[in-house]
């Protein structure tokens, strides 16, 4: 029954890293960058849901629904503010000020709320699922962010697959130039990626500050981090790759932590990523088109 | 009557001075070629013209209305398409994916209607509608490149080396279908490396070395004239 239970944490807890790398992944797709400062818009957002519910009295959906407001517009200010500008840029000039946006951010929360943890109640309040005479539990944390997964892949799924703005994206993310040929606005369409990708980002920060309460300025910065490897575990660029890989890492990481060491456990997820690089350099579902001549 | 007039133009890589002054003009209903060497400046002249490069200097008018600095995503509603070097289809996409990129600056309704005339144009691509784009020939991916710019129904349509590494018996295909949408009253502005066979279709034809335009005429004048068989038909 704890593998089972342990098997449940870590689908769990890798639906977050694989929400936040849906993000990762969508903004290399589409403008070829890393958004190292995407770790610190989930942070961004706990708070803001944290803010709402403590300070406001307003209820858990409002608070998530402002959470993704806040973020959603942070993401598009970040973009037009910092990435912009760089869109010529050498790739190692972006990579810097993303890093350089990730400190921003976190001091920016540490000017605001101070360098306390603050004890994040769960936005979720519902009783856990009890298995096999009360031996195996779900809690409502772990139900919600699973099926919140689910719903944002399909949801994704559909938006890249059928509506044209999502049709925009994938052409972007194939040749920005031939794109622009066809008609597409591509710094609309950068921005409107970088939209989803902080709205997501909110969403995973609440669920990740749901099921782990601790939240302060860095809380965004270790799950980004992981996310980022996820989504480079399943092949950076890919939308199903972001899911697998998340979902992989996390099973990895609680097993890891449950089974080998609670020290260790970020270092066996690292030390995996590198294996899996070794041999196969894009990832697990990312892919090499080859151009026909 | 002249649908395009470029005039004076001058176009910079960093320091490096590509285009030097180049005047010329398409009028409506015609083929335009312009031929050249590689690196004569053609591909920089079609990308500069398609707003995909701001020009230091000179006019480029579409309709009698300035285009320079209209970025390229808004060309394609002013009615002008381009057919870029390489093809450069999404080929990660289907076919009639692909199709509907081409008419993304047109309402939904109208799109299904020309993906149908693309398909009676090139029927190959009906069949592969569903295909990958990047499991079609070389040959299919042309069409698919040309389909996809007709999608936008473009008064101009530019085209950058569409015979670019295809064997002679689609160059001559993709030649006559040029040729039909001149006849069903597309203007054309094409560029080619392959001069024989572009002369042997324009109308009128410039010829560019190093940035600048060293010759221009009529097409067939052109074919015979002595200069240009040693330079660029090979006898």
Known sequence: MSFLSNLINGISLGSVYAIIALGYTMVYGIAKMLNFAHGDVIMIGAYISFCVTQYM?????????????????????????????????????????????????????????????????????????????GQLIISDVALVTVAACILIMIGLTWFTGK??????????????????????????????????????????????????????????????????????????GSIPGALLGGILLGIIEIFGKTYISTELGDAIVFAILILLLLVKPTGLLG??????? | MSLLKVEQLHVYYGSIHAIKGVSFEVNEGEIVTLIGANGAGKSTTLNTVAGLLKPRSGSI??????????????????????????????????????????????PLNEIAESIEHVYQRFPRLKERYKQIAGTLSGGEQQMLAMGRALMSKPKLMMMDEPSMGLAPILVEQIFDIIKELKNAGTTILLVEQNAQMALSI?????????????NEGSASELLHDDSVRAAYLGN
């Not at chain 1, 993303?98 to 540490?110: R, T």
């Not at chain 1, 049709?167 to 609309?188: I, W, Y």
């Not at chain 2, 309709?63 to 995503?73: E, L, N, R, T």
């Open chain 2, 61 to 106: 008018m579409l309709h009698d209305k300035s285009i320079v600095g209209v970025p390229a995503d808004k060309m394609v509603s002013r009615g002008m398409a381009l057919c870029p070097e390489g093809r450069r289809i999404f080929l990660q996409m289907t076919v009639r994916e692909n199709l509907e990129m081409g008419g993304y600056s047109r």
């Open chain 2, 202 to 214: 324009a109308d009128r034809a410039y010829v560019l070395e190093t940035g600048h335009i060293v």
């Open chain 1, 57 to 133: 009295g307003l209820p858990a959906w409002v608070s998530v629904l402002a959470a993704m407001l806040v973020c959603t517009l942070l993401g598009i200010t970040i973009e037009s503010l910092a990435y912009k500008p760089l869109r010529n840029a050498p790739s190692l000039a972006v990579l810097i000020t993303a890093i350089g946006m990730s400190y921003f951010l976190q001091n920016v929360a540490l000017l605001i709320w101070g360098s306390n943890p603050k004890s994040f109640t769960s936005v979720i309040d519902a009783d856990p699922i009890r298995l096999f005479d």
């Open chain 1, 287 to 293: 892919k090499k088109v080859r151009e026909k001549v």
């Open chain 1, 163 to 236: 509506t044209k703005m999502g049709r925009a994206m994938r052409a972007v993310s194939e040749d920005k130039g031939a794109a622009q040929l066809m008609g597409v606005n591509v710094n609309l369409t950068i921005s409107v990626t970088f939209a989803i990708g902080s709205a997501l980002a909110a969403i995973a920060g609440v669920l990740l500050c749901s099921a782990y309460p601790t939240l302060m300025p860095t809380t965004g910065s270790m799950p980004g981090i992981k996310a980022f490897t996820a989504a480079v575990f399943g092949g950076i």
